[in-house]
């Protein structure tokens, strides 16, 4: 099972933006790769709809964005002209076609006993170090909210580059707490505004801004 900090595994795939190896096409920027369970499925329609409305949120934050599942490309082609028309934004990212499963089996994205054929609807977060940062799993009839990922990335990108953590139901330029790996001598070099210590373990600072 691929577990947080493990390096996302590296696969060939061709997708509707012509064949790509992995690794190569993360090449140092953050990547979201996430699977649907099916294409012209309702939900997933409304999904991929989404993710295009958002691609430019994921671009300002430097994260690429690929979608997967399991059908051929000629589906994911046909079905990208559903998507533009019905929910009026246009596939802007690539698509997977993972007809022998080979990356859905890597990933673990099938889940036998929800269905033995359909990805759930996966999604990973990876680092520039190809680290794996978040996963989570929703079931096929539930669909995802993609600003809560965006939520997410803002929180993993300050903490790589700020040293803070996010507390529970963090919004962008809301407080932020110093992690506890940094003491007290090494946050004051960091933080040299000071904080607010409500204890000696739960120290809120505001946001650093993006560099
Ligand atoms: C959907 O996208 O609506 C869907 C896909 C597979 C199973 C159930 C729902």
Same mark, same amino acid.
């Given at each position: 099972?691929?577990?947080?900090?493990?390096?996302?595994?590296?696969?060939?795939?061709?997708?509707?933006?012509?064949?790509?190896?992995?690794?190569?096409?993360?090449?140092?920027?953050?990547? =979201?790769?996430?699977?649907?369970?099916?294409?012209?499925?309702?939900?997933?329609?409304?999904?991929?709809?989404? =993710?295009?409305?958002?691609?430019?949120?994921?671009?300002?934050?430097? =994260?690429?964005?690929?979608? /997967?599942?399991?059908?051929?490309?000629?589906?994911?082609? +046909?079905?990208?002209? @559903?998507?533009?028309? %019905?929910?009026?934004?246009?596939?802007?990212?690539?698509?997977?076609?993972?007809?022998?499963?080979?990356?859905?089996?890597? #990933?673990?994205?099938?889940?036998?006993?929800?269905?033995?054929?359909?990805?759930?609807?996966?999604? #990973?977060?990876?680092?520039?170090?190809?680290?794996?940062?978040?996963?989570? %799993? #929703?079931?096929?009839? %539930?669909?995802?909210?993609?600003?809560?990922?965006?939520?997410?990335? @803002?929180?993993?990108?300050?903490?790589?580059?700020?040293?803070?953590? %996010?507390?529970?139901?963090?919004?962008?330029?809301? @407080? +932020?707490?110093?992690?506890?790996?940094?003491?007290? @001598?090494?946050?004051?070099?960091?933080?040299?505004?000071?904080?607010?210590? /409500?204890?000696? #373990? /739960?120290?809120? =600072?505001?946001?650093?801004?993006?560099?």
């Amino acid at each position: 099972m691929l577990q947080l900090g493990d390096i996302a595994p590296d696969f060939e795939a061709q997708t509707t933006e012509g064949p790509i190896r992995f690794h190569d096409w993360i090449e140092g920027s953050w990547a =979201v790769l996430f699977s649907h369970p099916k294409d012209f499925t309702p939900v997933c329609t409304t999904e991929l709809g989404a =993710v295009a409305r958002l691609k430019p949120e994921f671009d300002r934050r430097g =994260v690429k964005v690929i979608g /997967l599942s399991v059908d051929p490309l000629q589906d994911h082609r +046909v079905w990208a002209g @559903d998507i533009a028309e %019905t929910q009026g934004h246009a596939l802007n990212f690539p698509l997977i076609a993972d007809s022998d499963r080979k990356i859905s089996d890597l #990933y673990g994205m099938i889940h036998p006993n929800a269905s033995d054929t359909l990805t759930v609807r996966s999604v #990973y977060v990876i680092g520039p170090d190809k680290k794996l940062k978040l996963s989570l %799993t #929703y079931p096929a009839s %539930t669909g995802r909210n993609f600003n809560e990922i965006l939520r997410v990335i @803002d929180s993993l990108q300050l903490t790589a580059e700020h040293s803070v953590a %996010t507390p529970a139901d963090w919004r962008q330029g809301e @407080d +932020v707490i110093i992690v506890p790996s940094l003491g007290d @001598d090494e946050a004051k070099k960091k933080f040299p505004g000071g904080w607010k210590a /409500l204890k000696p #373990y /739960l120290r809120m =600072v505001p946001q650093p801004r993006r560099p």
